[in-house]
């Protein structure tokens, strides 16, 4: 990619140390694909206890602790020697798992507020529907030796006099109606002195959507039409525009955007091939 002349920029904050303004008047066109990565909170009791973390921050300071940079002494989010409680059942809880297990965590849970999904495929999941959460699967990270529960929900995050987290007070969930609901004298504690909270993401970064002037869908996410913004010459793609999925969709979504693009700055049927068009059928069409 560098041969072919695309210029990379590092730990460059968009909006904030290059403003859209500078990328709108330089540029013919600007492609938006960051993630979507403001995660989803759990706003009860506690959340302020000392050990209570976003998925992200844990995995993130992980990451770098490994690469050798430096961790600010009072800021470091370790599961060595503690009980941890995953809370979100997705990739990112499994590498919550895992991460805890080598940093040498005392006990490992992960909880799911969802009912456990059947162990094979059902009328609803035949092959070669994916199944997604809709059938049990165990990740090499919960192989490892990670405790699963399903059906709870997280009520209270408990905490000692000096405010570092002790315990999850929580109760379990009946599903038979279609939604949860507290099943009557089911509380329980869970011992935690490290939760994380791994329940998804809900959209992009706002400040950016904001520097550039487009407009927002219902769900928080960059509206489009197509890939195209609200903003002349913006575009969008992968999860800043359909929301938090899978790398295969970003990679999808990356080139179908580069095809809106080719068509918007040369005026003609893009020669890149896409979805439901093939290199052959654009040639034959021009």
Known sequence: MLDEGVVFRTNTHVGVDYPASQLLAK??????????????????????????????????????????????????????????????????????????????????????????????????????????????????SQAEGAARDWAVMSKEFLADDAGALRAIRAVRADW???????????????????????????????????????????????ASSGYATSRE????????RRGQSLVVWAISEGRECARAVDEYLTGRPSLLAGKDVARSDVALAL
């Open 27 to 140: 540029f013919d066109a600007v492609v938006l694909a960051g993630g979507s990565s403001k995660p989803r909170d759990l706003p009860i009791p506690g959340r302020d206890a000392v050990g209570v973390e976003y998925a992200m921050d844990f995995l993130r300071q992980s990451n770098k602790r490994i690469a050798g940079d430096e961790i600010s002494a009072g800021t470091e989010i370790l599961a060595t020697g503690k009980d941890v409680v995953v809370i979100g059942g997705g990739d990112t809880g499994s590498d919550c798992v895992g991460t805890s297990i080598r940093q040498g965590a005392r006990s490992v849970t992960q909880v799911e507020i969802m009912p456990r999904p059947p162990e094979g495929r059902t009328d609803a999941t035949p092959w070669p529907v994916h199944p997604g959460p809709r059938m049990l699967s165990t990740s090499t």
């Open 176 to 222: 038979s109606s279609g939604g949860p609901k507290e099943i009557p004298g089911s509380e329980f504690e869970l011992p935690a002195q490290l939760v994380t909270l791994a329940m998804g993401f809900l959209h992009p970064e706002h400040a950016v959507l904001d520097d550039f002037g487009v407009d927002k869908d219902d769900r928080g996410n960059c």
């Open 233 to 240: 010459g913006v575009f969008v793609a992968g999860d800043m």
